[in-house]
């Protein structure tokens, strides 16, 4: 046979299998068995193997192609991914319809009802029908690239079909249905009685404690391994961030797409993007439904949550969208969120069940943190044992006592807590809950400040909860962001002596790591050793409001880390600042401010910046980022396309010369600087409601004038 027949049999093979795949996991309609797509599968890999110039990423058979990552880049996304707007009852659904309709100037309106489902959203983009890239939704301004992920996932297309744009953007939920879940953790229960078994076998002849201690380690973290998943949402979240797409092709994940990004001249409503989406090969939801005015969406909320726990997979409530294109875009976004969609949560499902004991938590400032310890109970996907129980003033209010019967919700279906107490079952074995007096793990005598509900821990120097939440704190994401390095580490270094503060961890070495549980130089763990020390080192190079926001100060978030950063510039003139220039600083008050001064009070923390300076960390704004000039003051900016500079890059000129910089469109932007492939609907909204719409050049001038 030609080479030109083989490459046209290969083609043809991977074409049906994409066809039955589409069938399958779109259509719900099985053509042929499971054996005959295993050996047309099995044709096509023994075909690609045998002739590679013929090979393509987006075979059928490169679903579980990628390598093993060390981590993952992130990027920018394309248009942010807001998060929804929650609401809780009617009412707030007919004042989200009063708002929309005031604006639009219509009686009424078509909305599209769909389900909320409860898994972690995804963006993926196509460039002429082949699927590029996939990000995760991060901070909404930008994700983990996780395409090598999302191609072992069998709903989701990797080849489109039909009629479809040359470059679209598609966004959607991966989640696991329920049957699926339980049988993973079905599965893992299994696993954990045979090793449980294999252990008392073990110690059935065992005399010496050595010995034992040995071989109760040994099973110890194999059981750790395979404890049940908590529930469906954060097994997929965790899921997809797995660094090998081998072990996420056996997480059995599903997508479903919900929203479609292209020009406004394309479709002229989401229904009709959505209906197209599902021609073009993506999952779409059965439960859409186009509601013509506000008692149809209730008509729609009452059904679904009715038939909820009959599902098949998890959801959390209904997605209510304007329809129209052209009405979204009047509508606009808030920063956080679009005005033209809400998402409507179901009332949290509830479960009754015993408090057995109170135990306390230790955050990282101290605050101490009472938490129910519950008879286990299935409630929305997952077995409680614990919920939260806020503090002291909270467990009176509830007038509670161990061995009462309690109700239990998930608060918006994700973090257990007791809401109320079943006095009608309560007998003379329950006991009262005396206050606690001293901390659980250090035995420091508790305060409670003035004007404060918690009891805090002021041992922050050498109470081992306080010490790793800090240590934790620092490396996360928005702060130094060394991923390398998971809670289980942290834990093992501050139990090893290897470190007892943040400063620490630029003082470790690769002989500190191999020789500990998990590392080895005779092993793959070797390369997790120096993963940990290049992410150190790394993380050096991290820019000053990064750092001030590592530091944990009490009331310093992000925002505020930022805005430190530039009026201070660099942590000599941040430790001298006066209570006066603190809150001059915008978005600064008084309980920041002493706060701030507090911290730079205490010579623990200021040994730990001298640590950290010493070991090369950046406590000094760059050049580059540092406030030029207040010529742009009070003057707010959207900027939208691609420009001589990153975004980042526009976005630092904009704050340093004191402007603001939003990501939506509204009647107090002054100007929308427009760059290559500007958003059309971002124009058209600037043209709608008068904002100046400036090049990049015309930008740059307003900073020469």
């Known amino acids: 046979m030609s080479l030109d027949l083989l490459k046209q049999k290969i083609e043809n093979l991977r074409i049906d299998l994409n066809n039955h795949n589409y069938n399958y996991y779109i259509l719900d309609k099985q053509l042929i068995s499971d054996f005959q797509y295993d050996e047309m599968m099995s044709r096509l890999n023994e075909l690609e193997n045998k002739y590679p110039q013929f090979y393509d990423p987006n075979s059928p058979t490169q679903r579980v192609g990628g390598k093993v990552l060390d981590n993952f880049k992130t990027v920018n996304h394309s248009v942010p991914m807001l998060s929804l707007e929650n609401t809780y009852n009617e009412n707030d659904l007919l004042n989200f319809n009063d708002r929309v309709l005031k604006k639009i100037k219509k009686k009424k309106n078509n909305y599209v009802c769909e389900l909320k489902y409860d898994g972690v959203a995804i963006s993926i983009t196509y460039i002429n029908g082949l699927l590029v890239q996939a990000l995760t939704r991060g901070d909404g301004l930008s994700g983990d690239d996780v395409t090598e992920n999302i191609k072992t996932i069998k709903s989701v297309p990797l080849k489109l079909i039909g009629n479809f744009p040359k470059k679209l953007e598609v966004r959607g939920e991966i989640f696991i249905d329920k049957k699926s879940f339980e049988k993973i953790n079905s599965d893992r229960s299994r696993q954990r009685e045979i090793l449980k078994q294999g252990l008392e076998k073990e110690l059935l002849n065992v005399v010496n404690k050595d010995d034992i201690t040995k071989i109760n380690k040994k099973y110890s973290s194999k059981l750790n391994k395979l404890e049940p998943f908590s529930n469906p949402r954060n097994f997929a979240s965790g899921s997809i961030k797995l660094l090998d797409p081998v072990k996420v092709s056996a997480r059995n994940l599903s997508c479903i797409f919900y929203y479609v990004n292209l020009p406004d001249n394309y479709f002229k409503n989401h229904y009709e993007a959505i209906v197209s989406a599902r021609n073009w090969g ?84 101290g605050a101490i943190t009472p938490v129910a310890f519950l008879e286990p109970v299935f409630l929305s996907g997952s077995t409680i044992r614990r919920a939260s129980l806020h503090n002291d003033s909270f467990i009176k209010s509830l007038g509670l006592k161990i061995g009462d019967t309690v109700i239990i919700e998930k608060g918006g279906d994700v973090i257990p807590k007791v809401v109320s107490v079943d006095f009608s079952k309560r007998d003379l074995l329950c006991r009262d809950i005396k206050r606690i007096e001293f901390c659980p793990s250090c035995k420091t005598k508790l305060i409670k400040p003035k004007n404060e509900v918690n009891l805090y821990c002021v041992n922050s120097m050498s109470c081992r909860p306080q010490i790793i939440n800090k240590i934790e704190h620092f490396i996360s994401r928005d702060a130094l962001d060394i991923s390398s390095i998971g809670s289980k580490t942290v834990e093992m270094l501050y139990d090893e002596g290897k470190i007892n503060n943040v400063g620490d961890l630029y003082k470790l070495k690769l002989s500190d790591l191999i020789n500990l549980n998990g590392f080895g130089s005779e092993s793959n763990s070797y390369k997790k050793a120096q993963n940990i020390i290049d992410g150190i080192n790394n993380s050096k190079s991290k820019s000053f409001d990064k750092l001030i926001f590592g530091l944990g100060i009490r009331y310093v978030g992000k925002t505020v880390a930022k805005k430190l950063s530039l009026k201070f510039e660099n942590i000599v003139n941040l430790k001298n600042a006066n209570f006066n220039s603190l809150i001059e600083t915008d978005e600064i008050g008084e309980k920041i401010a002493n706060s701030v001064l507090n911290f730079f009070r205490d010579e623990h923390n200021i040994r730990l910046i001298n640590s950290l300076s010493n070991s090369g960390l950046n406590f000094a704004l760059d050049n580059d980022s540092k406030n030029k000039s207040n010529k742009l003051n009070n003057l707010t900016f959207v900027i939208s396309g691609t420009f001589t500079f990153s975004r980042e890059q526009l976005a630092n000129i904009i704050e340093q010369n004191d402007g603001k910089l939003s990501s939506s469109i509204s009647k107090n932007t002054d100007y929308l600087i427009e760059g290559n492939k500007a958003g059309p609907k971002k124009i058209e909204k600037a043209n709608l409601l008068g904002v100046k719409i400036i090049t990049e050049t015309k930008f740059l001038s307003l900073l020469n004038d």
């Open 282 to 365: 993506f999952q779409i939801s059965q439960f859409v439904q186009i509601s013509n005015s506000i008692e149809e969406v209730f008509e729609f909320t009452k059904k679904i949550e009715k038939v909820r726990n009959s599902l098949p997979f998890e959801i959390d409530g209904v997605v209510i969208k304007v329809n129209s294109f052209s009405d979204q875009l009047i509508l606009g976004n808030t920063s956080k969120s679009p005005r033209w969609a809400i998402s409507y949560k179901f009332k949290s499902t509830q479960a009754e069940t015993i408090l057995k004991d109170i135990i306390y938590q230790v955050g990282r400032t």
